[in-house]
């Protein structure tokens, strides 16, 4: 079911741990060949071209591409009791958790009268895409909308795929969340083409703007979305090009061999690309995980989708020689989740240094982070954990330096201006230095 990789006996570098350990193949670049004239139609024709692509891809042709407020408010009043409860607790974490990333603005005086102060500046508008194909993800619609709020985004508007079961609307639980969160500019559109309806805004057919255009795009999504987002970055700042979901898992030979095959199902579940991967120095525990992954991935509702992700060449189980061998091979994969199953799981969260967030000890498993941890479940995916975070208020946010000098402070750094300025063959540079410490140069002004 689940294919191994026995690095016992071996010290393999971060080069050839790069290279066998496994991972999800996406073609990102074929599939923006595939959506760039998506992209470009819904750049040309705004709303006809969002109709006739909803049709295509999703089966129905909305009548409104922007809910109305009352459906929103309907789909509230509609959501079961249990489901609001729930949300509204996922929300409160969510929001406390976020509102400690908030970043302080400081000033700091490298010399009398001299001055340099950072501001956090939020964007002005963002644009939140929430997945609709094999599930639907009201978390998601919680955890970029929180994140947005925190960091003060005045402008926010969510894009879920219209569904042919709710009348060419998002789904209801979503459009609820959103109702809940406050967010009443919501879209039924999907895919790349919701990310390009954010780059670029969009008309509607009668001339009038249907969407303003976004400084920001953030939210997972399929392949085809990921493309989408590599085409309109530098046109609008991303989060991150998400690919399948994944899961690693680093147990030693006291971790419950069930509670491990759990969570890799549960991960499994996600997507028959989605990457489920155990590193152990037990062999024992490996055998039993493999018998208890066959168990439970039979059972549960999507066996087959789980099956299939299993299966891949993105799943593996590896073996390693000791726990420190395991941090390694970690470490180099990048995991966007990762879980510690051993002795010393909170220490050795420590000496983390690639994953998009650490789930420590059996208690804390990944499904607690997709709904009700408070930390941000839109992480990092396909090894870039190694060099980048995930969602969070910071996402939102710009560091702006604001300068500060006075006469007596430029004067005492003049002459190292104009030393620096003529190194790099730049005199104009401390010309203008000297126009303010000298006054204007002898002769006459033309």
């Known amino acids: 079911m689940i294919s191994r990789i026995d690095l016992r ?16 193949e996406l073609d990102v670049e074929h599939a923006a060949r595939v959506v760039a004239p998506i992209v470009d139609d819904v750049r040309s024709r705004g709303a ?12 129905v042709r909305p009548e409104h591409l922007r809910v109305p407020v009352a459906e929103l408010a309907a789909a509230l009043e509609r959501l079961d009791a249990p489901v609001r409860e729930a949300l509204t607790e996922t929300i409160r974490r969510v929001r406390a958790v ?31 895409y929430v997945p609709g194909g094999l599930a639907v993800y009201p978390s998601s619609v919680v955890m970029n909308v929180v994140a947005a709020q925190e960091a003060g985004v005045a402008s926010l508007a969510v894009a879920s795929p219209p569904q042919r079961d709710n009348g060419g609307l998002p789904d209801p639980v979503v459009l609820a969340t959103c109702a809940l969160l406050g967010v009443d500019e919501v879209y039924a559109v999907g895919g790349a083409q919701a990310v390009a309806m954010f780059a670029y805004g969009a008309a509607d057919q009668d001339g009038s703007t249907l969407c303003e255009p976004v400084d920001v795009i953030t939210g997972p999504g399929n392949v085809y979305v990921a493309a989408a ?12 090009e998400a690919g399948p979901t994944e899961i690693a898992v680093l147990a030693d030979e006291g971790a419950d061999p069930d509670h491990v095959a759990a969570d890799l199902v549960s991960q499994a579940e996600h997507d028959p690309l989605a990457a489920a991967v155990l590193v152990t120095p037990s062999a024992a525990l490996a055998d039993a995980v493999e018998e208890r992954l066959a ?31 395991a941090l390694a091979v970690v470490n180099a994969y990048g995991a966007e989740h990762l879980e510690l199953h051993t002795a010393d799981a909170a220490a050795l969260a420590d000496r983390v240094t690639s994953a998009g967030a650490i789930f420590v000890g059996t208690h804390s498993p ?6 009700m941890a408070g930390s941000n479940h839109v992480l990092p995916t396909g090894g870039s954990a190694r060099f980048t ?14 300068v500060t000098y006075d006469a007596a402070a430029l004067a005492e750094v003049a002459d190292r201006i104009v ?17 303010r410490t000298q006054g204007p140069p002898p002769g006459p002004v033309r």
Not at 108 to 127: C, H, I, L, Y
Request: aromatic share 4%; net charge positive.
């Open 9 to 24: 006996g071996r010290t393999p570098g971060r080069r050839e741990l790069l290279a066998v350990l496994p991972r999800a």
């Open 48 to 59: 006809a071209a969002l109709r006739d692509l909803a049709e295509r891809f999703d089966g």
């Open 98 to 128: 976020h509102a400690a990333q908030r970043l302080a603005d400081f000033t700091v005086t490298v010399a009398p009268g001299a001055t340099v102060r950072q501001r956090w500046v939020p964007v002005r508008r963002v644009g939140l």
């Open 229 to 240: 987002k590599r085409l309109v970055r530098g046109m609008v700042g991303i989060d991150a």
């Open 295 to 325: 168990v439970r991935a039979q059972a549960t509702l999507s066996a087959a989708r789980v099956l299939t992700a299993l299966a891949g060449p993105q799943s593996a189980i590896v073996l390693v020689d000791d726990v420190e061998a």
């Open 366 to 371: 990944v499904s607690l982070g997709d709904y």
């Open 389 to 402: 975070s995930g969602l969070g208020v910071h996402s939102f946010l710009r560091a702006v330096q604001v």
């Open 419 to 435: 030393v620096l300025a003529d190194a790099e063959g730049l005199p104009a540079h401390g010309e203008a230095v000297q126009a």
